[in-house]
């Protein structure tokens, strides 16, 4: 696994994301760093806060509006994906650690 995606409050496991996934979210993740300074890395471990999950939602959304999303259907799918989860932990108010290898 590229990286492991934590629960911030207890350490629960909840699921990966494997080099493919690390390479399709490479492009919000490198939006993301130039926006925040913030740089998430497939080898060193990362909090993403509520705030910070918010904002790559945000990124996520600029980015769906202004791509060709049939271009690289496999990799929409899966930032859409990832923007699901991502809105599915900020409602639940759950902050993320990401692990990396």
């Given at each position: 696994?590229?990286?492991?995606?934590?629960?911030?409050?207890?350490?629960?496991?909840?699921?990966?994301?494997?080099?493919?996934?690390q390479s399709c979210l490479?492009?919000?993740?490198?939006?993301?760093?130039?926006?925040?300074?913030?740089?998430?890395?497939?080898?060193?471990?990362?909090?993403?806060?509520?705030?910070?999950?918010?904002?790559?939602?945000?990124?996520?959304?600029?980015?769906?509006?202004?791509?060709?999303?049939?271009?690289n259907r496999k990799q929409?799918?899966?930032?859409?994906?990832?923007?699901?989860?991502?809105?599915l932990f900020v409602k639940?108010?759950?902050?993320?650690?990401?692990?990396?290898?």
């Amino acid at each position: 696994m590229a990286l492991d995606i934590h629960r911030l409050d207890n350490n629960d496991y909840i699921f990966g994301l494997n080099d493919e996934w690390q390479s399709c979210l490479d492009v919000i993740f490198k939006r993301y760093e130039r926006s925040t300074g913030i740089y998430i890395d497939p080898y060193k471990d990362t909090i993403l806060d509520l705030d910070n999950m918010k904002f790559l939602i945000k990124l996520i959304d600029e980015y769906v509006q202004k791509m060709d999303l049939n271009m690289n259907r496999k990799q929409t799918s899966i930032i859409l994906e990832f923007k699901g989860m991502l809105n599915l932990f900020v409602k639940k108010n759950i902050a993320l650690k990401l692990y990396g290898d």
